[in-house]
């Protein structure tokens, strides 16, 4: 709110405010008034909120333990419109960016082993499904998409619904699944209700649980399964 009324050109944000997470007051601020440059201060120097920040539209990063100096350097250099990242950080940093695209070289050469029907049943999973649902979407019986899941979990080489869920709800993976959607529907002319879970994976958190999903259920021992 501060921000919008007074439109600053460089705002300093914390990680640390009471009534909103620092990463999503600077997405916010970044679609609001794009003109304005965030400055990221952190307690430490944790790699994935370096990641986080930057992919929100922080222009800058530092702890707090940086000097005054540094920081009224900062706000400088990214009022010019260039990114500042401590030293020391930076190494780290793309050290993990490194890493993250190898991950996401793997995961996608795990997807691209899975045929269409797994993909869309794939996709059905990361939206909640379970075998009823799956099958009602792709006109299939709940043993057949069963089976289904059965070989998407070992091409993917995972151990449960979940973690299938969560490897297609990565950021990249996600964007990937999509458009492998787009162009099997380009292919056939057409597509059915599975094409519908695909693009809500747009608009999904990455971080899910199986008790947040549609159609996850519990057992007796209070244990989460999907039927």
Known sequence: VEAERHRPDVVILTDGLPHRDGVQATSLIRKRIPHTRVVFLADDEDNDMVIAAL??????????????????????????????????????????????????????????????????????????????????????SPQTARTHVQHVLSKLGVHSRLAAAAFAMQDGIRDELRAMSANDRAGTGGGDRSDEAVSTLAGSATGIGAAELPGAARNGRGADRWN
């Open 55 to 140: 992919e929100a539209g922080a222009s800058g990063y530092l702890t707090k333990t940086c000097v005054l100096q540094e920081l009224i350097e900062a706000t400088r250099v990214v009022s010019r419109g260039e990114t500042l990242v401590q030293s020391r950080t930076l190494g780290r940093l793309i050290d993990r960016l490194m890493r993250r695209r190898a991950e996401r070289t793997t995961g996608i050469r795990a997807l691209s082993r899975l045929t269409r029907r797994e993909r869309e049943v794939l996709a059905l999973l990361a939206a909640g499904g379970n075998n009823r649902s799956i099958g009602e979407a792709l006109f299939i």
